[in-house]
């Protein structure tokens, strides 16, 4: 079976692009076939993968996920979404094939305000192409808005990235009641917490050893043994379409490649 899996948390700024991007083109590496899902109307994994000038184009031609999930579906001139196969954008890295995401997404809560079934619509198009992937990873926003519950209706599984500092750290106790709260509302979906990864370390600081400390004690082995560092890397990776894997850092692709190889584990 496909595993589906998101990276979630309610607060920004704590690396779930690059942590999903990495992943992905790692899954890539290693043969298993890879759909990266961005569902962040920021659209940061999007413009990871691909530059702004192929994304206007294949926005325009093509579609986003914003037409997945039913939105602006009169600029195809048609009753329905288009065809998911035309929306992925093939090959963004080696094995990995990418859902590209849209600005509009930013109002999508107000435009599917009334709509039934809303929080399924990502999970029903992505059906016919589950076969086709070994694994489908989302990144999400940092909110629980309908892109968000799309995303973790679609998932089998979920990761929170978390950085090593205060307010980050507080608010995990809540992201996981709130999505415990919305898989019960979904009459039992069944999502699993497949780990918790500190990520964007900084300088050592007390205040941070003591974060650090707190979550794995409070969550043990939810949390995953490797931390990945703040690094030019992964900047200048984002900036040149690549991921981590085709830099010239060999500590940024060790710290990925291990919190890749345990997330699978996991899985």
């Known amino acids: 079976m496909t595993s589906v899996l998101s990276f979630v948390n309610l607060k920004g700024g704590v690396g779930k692009t690059a942590l999903a991007v990495n992943f992905a083109a790692y899954c890539g590496k290693n043969n298993i076939k890879t759909l990266l899902v961005d569902v962040d109307p920021q659209t940061n994994a999007t413009f990871w993968c691909m530059d702004i000038d192929a994304w206007e184009e294949h926005a325009k031609n093509n579609g986003t996920v914003a ?90 599984n979920y990761v929170v990235p978390i950085s090593p500092d205060y307010l980050s750290g ?56 490797i931390q990945i560092k703040e690094r030019v890397a992964v900047s200048e990776s984002a900036e040149r379409h690549c991921s981590v894997f085709d830099h010239d850092d060999d500590d940024a692709k060790m710290e990925f490649a291990l919190m890749s190889q345990e997330i699978l584990l996991r899985l």
Do not use: W
């Not at 205040?207 to 043990?220: D, M």
């Open 170 to 225: 507080i608010g995990v106790g809540i992201l996981l009641t709130r999505v415990n709260q919305f898989c019960k509302d979904l009459q039992g979906h069944s999502l699993k917490l497949s780990g918790m990864v500190i990520s964007r370390e900084g300088r050592p600081a007390i205040h941070r050893a003591q974060t650090v400390s707190a979550l794995r004690k409070q969550f043990g082995v939810d949390v995953l043994k």
């Open 67 to 156: 037409n997945l999930l039913g939105f602006r579906p009169q600029t195809f001139g048609e009753a329905y979404p288009p065809d998911i196969n035309n929306i992925i954008k093939k090959g963004v890295f080696g094995n990995v094939d990418l859902i590209p995401s849209h600005l509009d997404l930013f109002t999508v809560d107000l435009d599917l305000a009334g709509a039934t079934g809303r929080e399924f619509r990502l999970k029903r198009a992505l059906e016919p192409i589950l076969k086709n992937y070994g694994i489908i990873i989302c990144d999400c926003p940092p909110n629980l808005t309908i892109p968000t519950q799309n995303a973790l209706a679609a998932s089998t």
